[in-house]
């Protein structure tokens, strides 16, 4: 695990970030996703943490091993996707591993907001797990760890089951994210996640199937190729659809969906708004069948 | 209130006798900020997005009964009204704020005009039949055949100030070559530009603004020569309608296609495609240069590294765009967000408010050209009636930018210079923007062959990899022992 802080190389001041904000570190040709963590306040300085993961891509390896203090890298955003509703008066705050570091973030601002919320944090070992000693320092009432080594377990299910915290934020690896989804299956709006890791695909033309996009508003038919992605088609035509990861984890490339079968294929949408089918990501989702309809 | 010009409109309701405050078309009382608002005034015509704060802010729709309009100021609002076209007609998007006068009408019907609804203000399906058979010449290839000459008029123009250390940049550049481009954009003969340019005065005082009778009159008579010329113009193109050019494109098209390009469009179209293209292009410029130039250090990171022109140019395009607000009419009751509208209201939306909305774009009052949401502006609208000229306006707006960050990286702003508007609701833009450098420093004196290395950019919206920020690694820590910071 490394913590990277960030600043301009000029003196200038950084942009101002709210808790579950995210800047994008670009390394060769992609850029991954971090959690901003740190103090929101300071002007003049980002952090980020980075855990080393050995399946990973190359952005934990590339800063991990080619980065080094003084290193002029390149950044995207910041951006939040995972944007803390300030409005409710409970929060349960749910984190797995290197996940703590908008976890914190949210802590930080609840606790000075003076509302209600619980941290529940797992992980390995507490050895390997980051901030604890920060989390026991500013948070230690609202606390609660969950070492792996030490055969505590996240009891999800009733955590949830028995809160009555209006919303629910986490962050961590997909089997976490998963089990919270399925937990809160009852009231989905209340849970709020942010994924970090990607099965990044590379399109595979044999394997993929070309079919016509039609655009509603703009009453215009793109037709997408079997090597080519609907975000591609789509800015061929001149669509403006901003984008960023280009390898669904960011859903800043989200359409909203019309009608059609969609081959998602991203890690944003959660489950029920899959069923919903009322949005998608360009960058990677598909069609099933020969035709989808997207509103714009 | 009885005698404002406004108050005639249809929709002004009476006063509440119990509150004495005016009572909106949906039966609402109006809060005291709706009744001051006021477009004409200068807090909006200075400053639109922080004119409309309060309103973004505590009432995001509010009937304006100075202006008997809805205005609209938040993002999700604005774009959802863009985006339903069919509930909020375009059909009022050229109305005439002001009533014409009768001697204005008068003047205009001596040159038979007879300006029809075009594209922007057109309803479907009428409208989507005509966008779709006229497209062809906004694709990016066909774009591309643009682009040489907008760099020699943009190489032109700047060879004629380079060594005078001073300039209105508007007078001397940005408001002529946007025009040039529209006549070349829709193909008129060479020989017929200079009649059509004499003609094509400004139109934004007399649609969006209070003309006075005489400033409505000296318009009509513009127009009206423009309106005959044009007539001759289009029969001469229509002699010979190869080759590139919008019109001469739409007069092919007309062959395949009588009932969807008519005559009568054709006609005016070409008004309307000068309109289109000219004053948004000059102002967004005007605008982008002010800006930049008032943000020395975002200019200079520009000069250093030109591959952030695309999106420092959309970043200006969100931040003080050249058309500040638009209109819709409500073709049913409806609502937007909490609010009942009537059938048959007025809206403005204000996209220079939506442009600044945190609850869309972060930190939404720092100019950030590292921005990778910034396209998302509504500057050139939404929906099926989304600029179709966006592309060639990105295009001229980046190559000026290029051609000033390479030749004059010094210019900067003559200070204490007053900016003027024209007062108006909708298309915004500095009336002169005056400029400065000591010509002695011009990069081409000691290196002439910064006049080759003009950089191009791939035509459409910015790519991703346009807004990367450079920073430093300040602290690179391994497996810290403590997490304490
Ligand atoms: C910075 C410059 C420009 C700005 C800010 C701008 C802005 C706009 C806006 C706000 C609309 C209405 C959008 C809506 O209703 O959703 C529009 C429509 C349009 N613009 Fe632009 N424009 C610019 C430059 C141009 C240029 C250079 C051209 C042409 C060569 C052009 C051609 C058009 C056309 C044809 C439409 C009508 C599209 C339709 O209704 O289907 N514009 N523009």
Redesign the pocket.
Same mark, same amino acid.
């Given at each position: 695990m490394v913590r990277l802080v960030l600043e301009d190389p000029r003196g200038r001041k950084l942009p101002r970030w709210t808790p579950g904000a995210h800047i994008d570190v670009v390394a060769g040709d992609f850029a991954r996703k971090y959690s901003l963590c740190g103090d929101p306040e300071d002007p003049d300085r980002l952090q980020v943490s980075v855990l080393r993961e050995a399946a990973g891509r190359g952005g934990s390896t590339f800063l991990h091993e080619t980065v080094k203090a003084g290193s002029l890298i390149h950044i995207r955003g910041l951006k939040n996707h995972f944007r803390l509703d300030e409005t409710a008066e409970s929060y349960l705050l749910i984190a797995g591993g290197i996940g703590i570091t908008p976890i914190i973030a949210m802590a930080d601002r609840l606790k000075h907001l003076g509302k209600d919320y619980t941290v529940h944090y797992c992980g390995r070992a507490r050895g390997t797990m980051a901030f604890i000693s920060r989390l026991e320092r500013d948070h230690s009432d609202r606390l609660h760890l969950y070492p792996a080594s030490e055969k505590k377990r996240l009891p999800l299910s009733t955590l949830v089951g028995k809160s009555n915290a209006e919303q629910i934020y986490a962050c961590g690896p997909e089997r976490l994210l998963d089990a919270l989804e399925e937990a809160t299956s009852d009231n989905p709006e209340k849970l709020h996640i942010e994924h970090f890791t990607a099965t990044g695909a590379v399109l595979d033309p044999a394997k993929e199937i070309g079919f016509d996009v039609v655009l509603t508003d703009s009453e215009l038919t793109v037709h997408v190729a079997p090597d080519q992605t609907v975000l591609q088609a789509l800015r061929a035509v001149g669509a403006d659809i901003p984008s960023d990861c280009e390898e669904g984890i960011c859903g800043t490339c989200e359409v909203p969906v019309a009608a059609g079968d969609i081959d998602h294929r991203d890690k944003v949408l959660t489950a029920s708004e899959r069923v919903e089918n009322c949005r998608m990501m360009t960058c990677c989702s598909r069609a099933r069948g020969e035709k989808i309809f997207l509103a714009i | 209130m009885a005698d404002h010009p406004f108050s005639g409109s249809s929709h002004l309701a009476g006063h509440c006798p119990m509150s004495g405050l005016a009572v909106a078309p949906n039966g609402c009382p109006v809060s005291p900020k709706a009744a001051d608002f006021d477009p004409f005034e200068s807090a909006y015509q200075l400053d639109p997005p922080e004119a409309l704060r309060w309103s973004r802010d505590q009432e995001p729709v509010f009937y304006s009964p100075k202006l008997g309009y809805w205005v609209v100021s938040r993002y999700a609002d604005v774009k959802e009204i863009?985006r339903n076209?069919q509930i909020f007609s375009?059909a009022i998007?050229l109305e005439k704020i002001t009533p014409v006068s009768q001697k204005a009408q008068d003047t205009l019907k001596r040159y038979d005009y007879a300006m029809n609804r075009?594209? =922007?203000?057109?309803d479907e399906p009428a409208?989507?039949e005509r966008?779709r058979a006229l497209m062809e010449s906004?694709t990016l290839d066909e774009l591309k055949h643009h682009e040489p000459m907008l760099q020699s008029l943009t190489q032109e123009y700047l060879d004629r100030i380079i060594d005078n250390g001073e300039a209105d940049l508007v007078d001397e550049m940005l408001w002529e070559i946007?025009l040039t481009?529209?006549l070349n954009? %829709?193909g008129i003969p060479e020989e017929d530009m200079d009649t059509l340019r004499k003609y094509s005065i400004a139109h934004t005082v007399n649609t969006w603004g209070r003309p006075s009778t005489e400033e409505q009159v000296a318009v009509a008579e513009a127009v009206g020569n423009f309106w005959q010329y044009a007539g001759k113009v289009l029969e001469k193109m229509r002699q010979d309608p190869s080759g590139h050019g919008?019109m001469k494109y739409a007069i092919r098209k007309q062959k395949e296609l009588p009932e969807v390009v008519t005559d009568s469009y054709l006609h005016s179209m070409m008004m309307?495609?000068i309109v289109?293209?000219?004053e948004?292009?000059a102002?967004?410029?005007a605008n982008m240069f002010r800006l930049l130039l008032e943000n020395r250090e975002v200019w200079e990171d520009i000069c250093d590294n030109p591959t952030l022109i695309p999106n420092a140019v959309e970043e200006c %395009?969100r931040y003080s765009?050249? =058309?500040a607000a638009?209109r819709r009419i409500a073709t049913t009751d409806t609502r937007i967000g909490d609010t009942e509208i009537p059938e048959g209201s007025k809206l403005l939306i204000i996209?220079a408010s939506a442009n600044h909305d945190d609850r869309h774009f972060e930190n939404p009052d720092d100019l950030d050209i590292y921005r990778d949401n910034t396209t998302d502006h509504?500057?050139?609208?939404?929906?099926?009636?989304?600029?179709?000229?966006?592309n %060639?306006?990105?295009m001229?707006?980046r190559i000026f930018l290029e051609a000033f960050t390479r030749r004059l990286p010094q210019l900067e702003l003559v200070p204490n210079q007053t900016f003027t508007f024209v007062p108006n609701t909708s298309f915004r833009g500095p009336e002169h923007l005056w400029v400065r450098w000591d010509q002695g420093q011009n990069p081409e004196r000691r290196d002439p062959g910064i006049l080759e290395r003009i950089r191009t950019f791939t035509i459409g919206a910015p790519a991703p990899h346009d807004s990367a920020r450079p920073v430093r690694v300040a602290m690179w820590q391994s497996r810290p022992k403590v997490w304490s910071a």
């Open positions: - | 863009f076209n375009p998007a075009t594209l =922007v203000n057109e409208h989507m966008r906004f946007p481009v529209a954009f %829709l919008w309307a495609g289109a293209a000219h948004t292009t102002h967004a410029s %395009l765009g050249s =058309v638009w996209s509504l500057t050139f609208g939404y929906g099926a009636h989304q600029c179709m000229g966006k %060639l306006a990105r001229e707006m």
